[in-house]
């Protein structure tokens, strides 16, 4: 199945891999949105199904906006198409329908049973498009006892025991400061997605892909859960510090902070020359990694003792000559201007019809055959409904009938002229 032109003249083509795949994004917010931008970025056509009235819950993000456009529903949606329905209408449930029946995918988030209620579930558009593959992502999976709850990132990261592992000994309990279960999640919904995309061009059947915050959660815990397995002991938090290795943490520096990975003998023999403490190495409490984990609190005391002489440049620069991991702990702006993210294209500009000149996070998978790109920003609420819906085989005339009843809606504001669409 492919994907009708772009209409848009001034959009590039999709240069991925997946260019051609036809997705139908239900879902919103975050985790599933991030899976359709990873998916967009590599080339699908990913059309966002946005609800009437309102579409993605993230619009109503208000603070930051960029002259009233959500900062955090761009950052998720660029490379979408959006078309707004009301699958609470029997002609908002017939459009949907009709898309799914020639789309490859379909995400969404909703409630266990919400999209069966109306029709919509994973049972009733397989039985009219056997080859669709279906991504359900939710707070708990679609089994088990929580199934019919709720999921947040917050909530997710308290019961997968990612928050029992975050922040300083001692300590309340500290989430992870990004929405990791919620971008985790995406993440595996899009591998699940391409798995099944490649066992649906080997035997032409589509299924169902189920994950879930919880899941993603866990799945980040992997190296506590080793230890629990072999311990029986739960870890509980150690600040930047390893749980496996020493010394690899933050240290302080004399103008701020710095991060060392001394993960393996070789290289903590090296810090310990850079930092003018060679006595160290022989030192039988840090003679091994074992021993250094044992005494890890006393090393870190001495190293920084060390550490706090010097500025944060200045031990970089003699880390990276001895070859020695180490980098500075930066804040997102300078993240974002840093000369390795801009040399990667990890930061793009792009003109949004509402809010003008944006940027956005680039594609974090290079493929050197068939790169994905950034070919538009997020799209404003219903922008290509009467496009897509013209190139599903509605009529004028039936756009209109539908609009005027309710079960779809087109954005006024969009720059883009409608006689373009046709």
């Known amino acids: 199945m492919s994907s009708p032109p772009d209409t848009e003249t001034t959009t590039p ?36 199904i946005e609800k009437v ?38 002609g908002g449930q017939r459009v949907l329908k009709r898309l799914a029946a ?4 379909l995400t969404e988030n909703y409630r266990r049973g919400a999209l069966d209620r109306l029709g919509l579930g994973y049972e009733a558009l397989h039985a009219l498009n056997p080859a669709l593959i279906y991504c359900s992502i939710s707070g708990y999976g679609r089994t088990g006892p929580a199934a019919d709850k709720g999921g947040f990132d917050l909530i997710a990261q308290g019961v997968s025991g990612l928050m029992s592992i975050t922040g300083e000994p001692g300590g309340a309990p500290v989430k992870v400061g990004s929405p990791v279960t919620d971008l ?17 061009l080997k035997t032409g059947q589509g299924q169902l892909v189920d994950t879930s915050l919880m899941e993603a959660g866990i799945h980040q815990a992997a190296w506590q859960a080793a230890i629990f397995f072999a311990t029986g002991v739960s870890p509980g938090p150690g600040g930047s510090a390893h749980v496996m290795a020493a010394p690899y943490q933050a240290f302080q520096t004399a103008d701020g902070w710095i991060n060392i990975g001394g993960a393996n003998q070789a290289n903590w023999e090296r810090i310990a020359k850079v930092v003018g403490a060679p006595g160290l190495i022989t030192d039988p409490r840090f003679a091994d990694n074992s021993g250094r984990m044992a005494n890890r609190e006393t090393l870190a005391t001495l190293l ?17 000559a001895a070859g020695v991991p180490a980098g500075p702990i930066n804040s997102i702006g300078q ?33 050197s055959a068939t790169p994905g790109n950034i070919r538009r920003p997020a799209p404003t609420f219903g922008q290509h409904t009467r496009q897509v819906l ?33």
């Open 13 to 48: 083509a999709a240069t991925g891999p997946l260019a051609g795949l036809v997705v139908l994004e239900l879902a919103q917010i975050m985790a599933g949105p991030s899976c359709g931008a990873l998916l967009a970025d590599l080339g699908a056509d990913v059309i966002k």
């Open 335 to 367: 993240m974002a201007a840093d000369p390795q993210t801009l040399a990667r294209n990890m930061v793009v500009d792009l003109q949004h019809p509402v809010a003008g000149a944006t940027r956005a996070l680039g594609v974090p998978v290079k493929l």
């Open 304 to 320: 920084s003792e060390q550490l706090r002489q010097r500025s944060t440049h200045d031990w970089l620069q003699a880390l990276d």
């Open 184 to 200: 985790n999640a995406g993440l595996l919904a899009a591998l699940g997605i391409v798995s099944a995309y490649v066992h649906r």
């Open 390 to 422: 013209l190139a599903h085989g509605f009529s004028s005339a039936e756009i209109s009938a539908l609009a005027a009843e309710g079960a779809v809606q087109m954005d006024a504001t969009t720059r883009f002229k409608q006689q373009s669409d046709e």
């Open 102 to 105: 020639g789309a490859d995918v």
């Open 53 to 90: 009235p309102g579409g993605d819950d993230t619009r109503r993000y208000a603070e930051p906006s960029i002259n009233g456009e959500s900062a955090a529903f761009m950052m998720m949606n660029r490379n979408k198409r959006s078309v707004a329905i009301n699958l609470k209408t029997a």
